[in-house]
C-alpha cells in the first residue's frame, strides 16, 4: 500500500518548500512580463494617483469569508512522469492553514500546518515532525517572510513582508507597469533580497499570479512560479480553485524541474474544527535538513 512513500512525501517537500520560498516566476517570466513604461499600465494608468486608484481595486478583490475548509488533488511532474494524491486543506484566517496529504482517503500520511508562530511538518507514516518558528529559519527571518505572506498566496491576496495588514496608505508602496498582454497590469514590489510581482487582469484588478525572485551570492537564485485559475464565486467574491507551482533553485538539490498543481474542490466556511495539532508523543522531532534529505532521497 505504501511503496509510492517516496512520491507522497515529495509532494509534501515541494508544497513546503515552494510555500516557504514565498515565489511566482520563472527569471525569464519576470523580466518579459515588464514593459519599459515602469509605473504605468499601458493605456489606463497614467500618474501615482491613478495607480493607487488601480491598487485599491485589486485588494478590493479580497474573499470575506474567515474559514476555508475544501478537498484537493494534488498532482506533481517530474520530467515526463506525474504522480496524484488527494487531501484536504483548511484555513482560518489570521491563525492557521493546514495542508493534509490522504491517500486513496484512507489515512493521512502527512501534513504540514502553518500557524501565526510556527511551521508543522508531519511525517504521519514514520512519525517524525519538524517545528519551527519561523524566526529560526535564516532565509524567512531575513526577508521578512511570515505567516501572513504564506496566507496571502493561499487567499490570493496582496501582501507586504513583515506585515500583517495592507493598508490605503501601504498600497503606495506599490508599483503599477504593463503587461505584455494587453489585458494585464503588473504590481511589483522590492523587498530586501526578494522582488516581487503580481500579474493582475487590469479590467477587474483579479490577481491572476504571483512572482518572487530571490538571488543569494552563496546560495544562487531560486524562483517559483504561481499561476491562479479556475475562479469561483466564494460569497459574494471568486476564488481560485485552481493553483499550480513550479520551482528552480540552486540551493535545493532536486528541487528542480518539479511542478505542483493543487485542484480545489467542495469548498464551505465551516469553521467549527480543531484549530491547531497537537503531536502525539509518539512521535520523533527530527532537524529540518534531515526532512527535506530524506524526501529528496
Avoid at 515529495?10 to 513546503?16: E, H, K, Q, Y
Avoid at 509605473?39 to 500618474?47: H, K, L, Q
Avoid at 496529504?101 to 500546518?113: C, K, N, S, V, Y
Avoid at 522590492?190 to 483579479?206: F, I
Amino acid at each position: 500500500m505504501w511503496k509510492n512513500n517516496g512520491k507522497l512525501l515529495s509532494i509534501v517537500v515541494l508544497v513546503a518548500l515552494s510555500l516557504t520560498v514565498v515565489s511566482c516566476g520563472t527569471k525569464k517570466t519576470l523580466a518579459d512580463a515588464v514593459s519599459p513604461s515602469s509605473g504605468t499600465v499601458a493605456g489606463s494608468v497614467s500618474d501615482k494617483g491613478r495607480n493607487l486608484d488601480f491598487m485599491r481595486k485589486v485588494y478590493d478583490n479580497e474573499v470575506y469569508a474567515r474559514n476555508i475548509s475544501s478537498k484537493i488533488k494534488f498532482t506533481i511532474v517530474s520530467g515526463s512522469k506525474d504522480f496524484s494524491v488527494g487531501g484536504s486543506l483548511r484555513m482560518k484566517k489570521d491563525e492557521v492553514i493546514r495542508i493534509q496529504i490522504t491517500p486513496f482517503g484512507l489515512m493521512e500520511a502527512a501534513r504540514i500546518e502553518f500557524t501565526k508562530d510556527y511551521v508543522l511538518f508531519m511525517d504521519r507514516i514514520n512519525k517524525e515532525y519538524v517545528k519551527a518558528s519561523y524566526s529560526d529559519v535564516d532565509f524567512l527571518k531575513a526577508n521578512g517572510l511570515d505567516f501572513y505572506t504564506l496566507q496571502a498566496l493561499f487567499w490570493n491576496q496582496l501582501f507586504i513582508p513583515g506585515t500583517q495588514k495592507i493598508t490605503d496608505s501601504s498600497l503606495k508602496r506599490f508599483s503599477v507597469m504593463a503587461g505584455n498582454s494587453a489585458s494585464d497590469a503588473i504590481v511589483s514590489l522590492v523587498s530586501g533580497d526578494l522582488d516581487y510581482r503580481w500579474t493582475t487582469d487590469k479590467a477587474s484588478g483579479r490577481i491572476k499570479a504571483v512572482g518572487v525572485m530571490y538571488s543569494g551570492k552563496t546560495l544562487g537564485t531560486t524562483t517559483v512560479t504561481c499561476d491562479y485559475g479556475a475562479f469561483k464565486p466564494l460569497g459574494a467574491k471568486q476564488f481560485p480553485t485552481d493553483i499550480t507551482l513550479k520551482m528552480q533553485s540552486d540551493a535545493v538539490k532536486g528541487g528542480n524541474g518539479k511542478s505542483l498543481n493543487i485542484s480545489i474542490s467542495d469548498i464551505d466556511t465551516d469553521g467549527e474544527w480543531e484549530t491547531y495539532t497537537t503531536v502525539s508523543g509518539k512521535y520523533k522531532q527530527i532537524d529540518a535538513m534531515s526532512l527535506v534529505g530524506k524526501l529528496f532521497k
